[in-house]
């Protein structure tokens, strides 16, 4: 319990493109293999749990909460599932302050990812999502206002590379960056490059 509710702490205001300079001693192994290997059969030490909670508050509202679990079978290969969730929430105004058009999005979906580290503290992930998406766009401009609603799912796939920040034991601090090769134009993903950061404790 305390080691989620240290994950949960972690987690907050991590989901960003960051830069980070640090002095701290480089750990040459994220991942420590156990000193009695089993043979075969699950081995618990090697789960772990993280993900990634973003917060914003404005003219644009953004709520965002992606928790993943994953294994790792050995110190070069790890997969999981993730979970996503967003909400969101943009007004236009007029230069008086006064709202026209407001967009208001809910994301729910999730998918499988896998990694492959060629070195300790560097990951190659490919991570295959389906997302459903709801849009309700509310035009003030019109008396009475008027409300248009969609709904769709897109499929992403998106491919990228981290980089790993050893803070102890089977946990760590990652960094990461992909892009959606599917490029569906309805996708939040549409265009852009997709930074992250979160933190991953080993269980």
């Not at 953004?62 to 294994?71: E, F, Q, T």
């Amino acid at each position: 319990m305390k080691r989620i509710f240290l994950a949960l702490l972690l987690l907050a205001g991590t989901k960003m493109a960051i830069a980070q300079d640090t002095t701290r001693p480089y750990e040459r192994r994220v991942f420590t293999e156990p000193k009695e290997k089993k043979e075969g059969g699950f081995d618990k030490s090697r789960l772990f749990v993280g993900g990634g909670l973003g917060l914003g508050f404005g003219s644009y509202t953004n709520i965002n909460v992606s928790p993943l679990i994953g294994y790792r079978f050995s110190s070069l290969f790890a997969a999981g599932v993730n979970i996503n969730f967003q909400y969101g929430s943009e007004r236009y105004r007029y230069d008086d302050g006064e709202t026209y058009l407001r967009n208001q999005y809910t994301l729910m979906g999730g998918g499988l990812f896998g990694r492959v580290y060629p070195l300790d503290i560097i990951f190659i992930q490919a991570n295959p999502e389906y997302n459903h998406i709801s849009v309700k766009t509310t035009d003030y401009t019109t008396d009475p206002k008027q409300v248009y609603k969609d709904k769709y799912g897109v499929p992403s796939l998106l491919l990228g590379a981290g980089y790993n920040q050893a803070i102890g034991g089977n946990s760590y601090f990652t960094i990461m960056v992909s892009y959606d090769v599917l490029q569906d134009d309805r996708s939040l993903y549409y265009n852009r490059p997709i930074f992250s950061a979160g933190v991953n404790l080993g269980l």
